[in-house]
């Protein structure tokens, strides 16, 4: 398992300073939101993938991942009724494949809980145009050899899509290795949805998960609520997860620096300890 820090935690510092720093405090590796890098991300030569790549070799990590897909640039939605707007953002989602493949990543996780809102009236009608923008990447992740992971969020972070459950079903009408689901600790734990040691027993097997992202229930890092991730990482490892597990706190507390520095160091004690 590679332990990677989501780059916005420490956004106000250059790339290759987050690589250097996330090195330097013992992570594999960096998931990125676009966003941070550009605000036209999709724009090819918007972003110094060679720089960018190299920063990571230099630093000797990997830029594992992208998450927050859409939130740059402005205006994208799965969900719209607008044909021509839908069009629009599946061409970016696959230019954010393409980028995470030229960036040396293997998963992409789609939350963008505003660009994925269902509209009053026609839900059923929504869920189908997600569905289709999911459907209609599927090959382009094939091409590119890397995996689409489909992320379900608490109501209060999104209106549909709020079960890992939920997330599987589209998975699974999709019907290709390429899309897949992921867990993310927060949105469980807000969901009750069960123990997290109990969801992974569930989901990891059925080739459903592809992807981790971990913070505690009240938003900050783990370690720094009462979330307890030491059976999670039991299921993980029982279960050989060989895939990326990504820090994602929404809360920097006291900040971004110290934040990544506790987290790290929380889930390494929980490592050593499944190791005795």
């Not at 550009?38 to 790549?53: E, K, L, N, Q």
């Not at 569905?131 to 990447?137: E, K, M, V, W």
């Not at 040691?197 to 080739?207: A, K, R, V």
Request: hydrophobic content about 45%; proline content about 5%; aromatic content about 6%.
């Amino acid at each position: 398992m590679k332990i990677a820090l989501c780059n916005e935690v420490i956004r106000e510092m250059t790339l290759a300073a987050q690589c250097e720093f996330a090195a330097a405090l013992g992570y594999d590796g960096l998931e990125v939101a676009p966003f941070t890098l550009s605000d036209t991300p999709h724009v090819p030569g918007a972003i110094d993938v060679a720089a960018a790549r190299k920063a990571a070799q230099d630093a000797g990590v990997d830029i594992t991942s992208l998450h927050w897909l859409l939130v740059a640039p402005a205006g994208l939605s799965i969900t719209d009724p607008d044909d021509a707007l839908r069009a629009r953002t599946v061409d970016v989602m696959r230019r954010l494949i393409d980028l995470c493949a030229e960036l040396g990543g293997t998963a992409l996780v789609h939350g963008s809980p505003l660009q994925r809102s269902l509209t009053p009236g026609d839900e059923d009608g929504t869920r189908a145009r997600a569905l289709d923008c999911f459907a209609a990447i599927a090959d382009d992740a094939k091409a590119a050899n890397v995996t689409y992971c489909i992320e379900a969020l608490a109501p209060e972070d999104a209106d549909f899509i709020n079960r890992v459950s939920e997330a599987a079903a589209m998975v699974d009408q999709i019907d290709s290795p390429f899309v897949r689901t992921m867990l993310d600790c927060c949105a469980t734990h807000k969901l009750a949805e069960g123990g997290l040691g109990e969801l992974t027993d569930q989901w990891l097997p059925s080739g459903h998960i592809a992807h981790i992202q971990v913070n505690d229930g009240n938003g900050r890092g783990p370690g720094q609520g009462v979330l307890e991730l030491t059976p999670h990482f039991a299921a993980l490892q029982r279960h050989n997860y060989t895939g990326t597990i990504a820090v994602e706190p929404f809360d920097y507390h006291p900040n971004g620096s110290a934040c990544a520095a506790r987290a790290i160091g929380y889930l390494s004690g929980i490592e050593e300890a499944l190791r005795v």
